[in-house]
C-alpha cells in the first residue's frame, strides 16, 4: 500500500524558513520523480517543484531561488527546504509520487503571517 506522509509545516513570519518531509513507503521511492504541489484557500492546486531519480531539479518561477527539493533514497524522503518565505507562499503542501498513476499525500499546513 502506498503512503505518502508529510510533516514539518506550521506558523512562520515573513522571512522565514521551514522543512518539509515527505515520508515514502509501497513503492521502490528510488525509482521515481517525487513533486511538491501547494493548494492556497480558494486556489487551484499549483506545481511547485519535482525532482527526478537522478536528482535533477526543476522549481515553478515563483519559487525559484528560494525552495529546494531535494531526496534521501535510503530513507525514501523527500524534501522542501523553503527559505525567504513570503505570505503568499501560505498553503496547503502536498507531496506526490509519479508511481503507478500517481498518488498524493494528506497535505501539511504552511502559514506564513506576521
Known amino acids: 500500500q502506498v503512503q505518502l506522509v508529510e510533516s514539518g509545516g506550521g506558523l512562520v513570519q515573513p522571512g522565514g524558513s521551514l522543512r518539509l518531509s515527505c515520508a515514502a513507503s509501497g513503492f521502490t521511492f528510488s525509482n521515481y520523480f517525487m513533486t511538491w504541489y501547494r493548494q492556497a484557500p480558494e486556489k487551484q492546486r499549483e506545481w511547485v517543484a519535482t525532482?527526478?531519480?537522478?536528482?535533477?531539479?526543476s522549481y515553478a518561477d515563483s519559487v525559484k531561488g528560494r525552495f529546494t527539493i531535494s531526496r534521501d533514497n535510503a530513507k525514501n524522503t523527500v524534501y522542501l527546504q523553503m527559505n525567504s518565505l513570503k505570505s503568499e507562499d501560505t498553503a496547503v503542501y502536498y507531496c506526490y509520487t509519479h508511481y503507478g498513476y500517481g498518488y498524493w499525500g494528506q497535505g501539511t499546513q504552511v502559514t506564513v503571517s506576521s
Open positions: 525532482i527526478t531519480t537522478g536528482g535533477a531539479t
